[in-house]
């Protein structure tokens, strides 16, 4: 591991993790990990298992076995509201918007899972478009806005490891670079994130590593830095 080997750093430790749909053999021995306050991608073709396997870390998938070793204490066995209080937070690609409910509406609904989740204030400075359109329901949201919404809500939580399943999936350009900014920008503030992409150049915009996944498995691993040295070989893994 890039640490030598000191796990002192490391706030998720994922070991052969298996995971079944029905009869559906989807993960295959899953192993990854994250160091605490890193923004890792989970690169990899539809269909790899990004999003099975943050499902399978957050408890909302029955059938899995294996290892997930957060903060030191073993998750594999936990109901997904037990695994919540511990800080992790999952926002679905489809996003989850209520849209009967206001943006006020849908930002308060949920409860905080610990204490520490960030304010209202505090959210709308990450956001200024969401103070804007407070009174506004979730349906005639942008799609950026909706992903905003999305991401405000779990701060408001206490959560601090996000996963974040295609953030950008459908979004145009200039809302993908403000999902970008607002990475980098939680990163600094020390949250750690976990993110699933097929789009390795925005990736590239806001991760220190990436696991490439295939078949259930990770097959490879590429330091941010060697992202350009690896475009080639990415490409071939993606599909592109």
């Not at 509201?81 to 849209?99: D, H, Q, V």
Request: with cysteine.
């Amino acid at each position: 591991m890039h640490n030598g080997g000191n796990t002192s750093g490391t706030e998720l430790a994922v070991r052969d993790l298996n995971a079944w749909y029905g009869e559906s053999h989807i993960l295959h021995g899953m192993q990854f990990e994250v160091q605490k306050g890193e923004v890792v991608t989970l690169l990899g073709r539809n269909g790899a298992g990004k999003t099975t396997t943050m499902k399978a870390l957050m408890g909302m998938i029955a059938n899995r076995k294996g290892s997930v070793l957060f903060e030191g204490e073993e998750l594999i066995h936990l109901p997904s509201n037990k695994i919540a209080k511990r800080g992790l937070a999952f926002c679905p690609e489809e996003r989850g918007i209520f849209s009967s409910l206001n943006v006020y509406e849908n930002l308060t609904l949920p409860p905080a899972v610990r204490p520490g989740g960030m304010s209202l204030d505090e959210i709308y400075q990450i956001f200024p478009n969401l103070k804007e359109r407070l009174k506004s329901q979730g349906t005639k949201l942008s799609g950026g806005e909706q992903q905003m919404l999305a991401i405000g809500r779990i701060l408001r939580t206490g959560a601090n490891f996000l996963l974040l399943d295609e953030p950008t999936e459908g979004l145009a350009p200039v809302i993908v670079q403000q999902i970008g900014a607002m990475i980098r920008l939680l990163k600094s503030k020390g949250y750690t994130v976990l993110l699933v992409e097929q789009n390795f150049r925005f990736a590239s915009t806001v991760a220190d590593r990436h696991y490439v996944v295939e078949h259930g498995k990770v097959i490879d691993m590429i330091a941010n830095d060697q992202i350009a040295a690896n475009t080639q070989k990415l490409e071939s893994y993606l599909g592109v």
